[in-house]
């Protein structure tokens, strides 16, 4: 039986290649290609720096350093997202709150955020950072949360591990306009891939010099920035304390070749939701709604049953596709429903919005290299078991 995962990298010959050329060269961790994968990411979304990490979780860490993220603050997102949203703030030290999604965009809900802001005002426990996920690959309402960063004076990071190559507002996620630092992920799983990879972009050059010191234990070889005089060409200094994000040369390589197919990407995966919207119409599903404001990187295709009309249940009907051999997924299991965040103090109920939503969601399978066939199968089947 053949298998149809959620999601699948596309590796053509030419990105082989593009590896196998940095492992004959001199170069295998950070080198030329990260400074031509950086370019070409920065240049793709219109933005001033951007700083290649080990995964997209080191980049959330690094973005909450840089912008100063301490045992004093709180850090806001939305509880329908991976759980490195969230914990990045406990890297920090900080504490952690969330903000429940839009019922209809499953993104964190810029009207829910307002009320939290004027509450939380009150009470003199306004967040530090606040970071709005583009769930599938759909922007947030960039431009509200961007109006409330001013007025309540908290940072803004975008987490678009989801929504590389998509567009808000006519411009690239990652430009900057309404965001202080957005983070791109590259695990197979996502648009595209180097194998393990992160990126942080920003147009702000204080946070890029920052993030690039602590991506590399945070130390410098660059005597601007050292506290005395240097000893010697060998010298170095560690100044802050910083890690081991690094990415590699032989993932950049990859990462380069990626960027080049991403527009043929966003387009198949643009058909394919089409085509899923046109022949799931009449099945008894919520299908996932587009703002206009959004042109969508469609991560993920994630319908939600209509359990009332269907006689079985979610568990039910996933099992049914694994057995047919299509292996959907769920995204997500709310975050402050995990064990470790109940320990910290949240509360099944606490967010009702995204639990509901978890309760009824499937992410069917959404990939570049999903032939229009493999989909009418995934079709198929999902009719059979709905009726
Ligand atoms: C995948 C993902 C991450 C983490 O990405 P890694 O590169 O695996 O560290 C963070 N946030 C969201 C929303 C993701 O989907």
């Known amino acids: 039986m053949p298998i149809i995962p959620y999601a699948k990298q596309t590796i053509l ?19 030329p290609a990260i400074e031509r994968f950086e370019m070409a990411v920065a240049n793709y ?26 045992a004093n603050d709180i850090l806001w997102t939305s509880p329908n997202t991976f759980v490195a949203s969230a914990n990045c703030a406990l890297y920090c030290g900080a504490k952690v709150d969330f903000v429940d999604i839009d019922p209809a965009t499953f993104n964190l809900c810029a009207d829910a955020l307002e009320k939290k802001l004027q509450r939380a005002k009150k009470e003199g426990k ?10 599938a690959g759909q922007s947030c309402d960039m431009e509200k949360i961007a109006y409330l960063a001013k007025q309540y004076g908290f940072f803004v990071i975008e987490d678009a591990s989801h929504s590389i190559g998509g567009y808000y507002q006519n411009k690239p996620i990652g ?36 993030a690039r010191l602590l991506r590399s234990h945070g130390i410098t ?32 390589a990859l990462g380069v070749r990626q960027l080049q197919q991403l527009n043929e990407f966003i387009k198949r995966r643009q058909y394919l939701a089409k085509r899923y919207a046109e022949k799931l119409t009449d099945l008894p599903l919520q299908l996932p709604v587009q703002h206009h404001d959004c042109y969508s990187a469609w991560h993920l295709y994630v319908i939600q049953l209509q359990l009332e009309n269907i006689k079985q249940s979610r568990r039910e009907v996933v099992e049914s596709l694994h057995q047919a051999g299509i292996k959907v997924n769920v995204h997500y299991i709310p975050v402050h429903t995990q064990p470790y965040y109940q320990q910290l103090g949240f509360r099944v109920g606490d967010y009702p919005v995204a639990e509901n939503y978890y309760q009824r969601a499937i992410s ?7 032939t229009d066939v493999e989909q009418d199968t995934v079709i198929a089947t999902l009719r059979d078991i709905l009726q």
């Open 364 to 370: 069917l399978p959404m990939y570049y290299g999903l």
């Open 175 to 210: 430009n900057g306009q309404y965001a202080d630092v957005t983070i791109f992920s590259f695990h197979p799983v996502k648009i595209i891939t180097t194998g393990e990879g992160g990126m942080l972009v920003t147009k702000h050059a204080n946070i890029a010099t920052q």
């Open 13 to 31: 010959a030419d990105d082989i290649a593009a590896v196998t050329e940095v492992l004959r060269s001199d170069w295998l961790t950070q080198g």
């Open 45 to 70: 979304c219109g933005v001033a720096h951007a700083v290649a990490t080990c995964n997209a979780t080191a980049a959330l860490h690094l973005a909450c350093r840089a912008l100063d993220l301490t």
């Open 126 to 135: 306004l967040p530090r950072i606040v970071i709005p996920v583009h769930f």
């Open 221 to 252: 070889r660059d005597s601007g920035m050292m506290v005395s005089e240097t000893e010697g060409p060998w010298y170095y200094q560690q100044i802050d304390q910083g890690y081991n994000y690094r990415m590699t040369d032989i993932q950049a």
